[in-house]
């Protein structure tokens, strides 16, 4: 985007933003002896309907672990997948810098049940978040517009005033079909650096 009307709202998805998925899905393969690649067949054997609520985080890796025989392994999984290094610690950080320049901060995700408490604990400060719009508590999920109007609705905003950072092209689409201001956000090493960067100087510059 080459020019920039202020908004009211900075919505930031997680996987791929705050969360590098990837590397945790990496880690617990190489953790469990097993193909990466075999995990994420798993996973996304049924995520829609378990980002719709359907199935709860902890009993998505209970059905994984089950089927590779490790279920023995569920706690140390879950404490892989939690590592506070998996979550991107500068942009944590960016959220606070937007925080106190008073914007408004919400997350639209699509999750399974049972993260929410966990991020809000362990990965931000939940006074910073206003509004936490999680696919398996709303029923919708990116980029179904719905989900967004949705979210429209909630903060009571629309178009220009809200600045969405999402990592997918199609979720973004979304977005944009509703006048939203968005940015396809990549993370990971210098990208993430230059993501964040490029953030800062669009909403933070004077």
Known sequence: MNTLHKPKWIVF???????????????????????QTQIIEMITENLGDN???????????????????????HE???????DIK?????????MLELHKKGYRLAIVTNNWRGMKEKFLKDVVESTVIEYFFESSNEGMRKPD??????????????????????????????????RWQTFHYILGDAHEK?????IRQLLLSP
């Open 51 to 73: 980002e719709l609520g359907k199935m709860s985080f902890n009993n998505v890796w209970v059905n994984i672990l089950n089927r590779l025989n490790k279920l023995k392994e």
């Open 194 to 198: 230059q993501s964040n960067e490029l």
């Open 76 to 82: 140390n999984v879950l404490k892989i997948w939690w």
């Open 145 to 178: 517009i719905q989900f967004f109007k949705l979210v429209e609705a909630r903060l009571d905003a629309s178009g220009e005033d809200i600045f969405f950072i999402d990592d997918s092209d199609i979720n973004i689409e979304s977005a944009k079909s509703l």
């Open 13 to 35: 998805d997680i996987g791929g933003v705050l969360f590098d998925s990837l590397s945790a899905l990496k880690e617990i393969s190489e953790f469990l002896g097993v193909e």
């Open 86 to 94: 998996r979550w991107s610690k500068d942009m944590r950080l960016l």
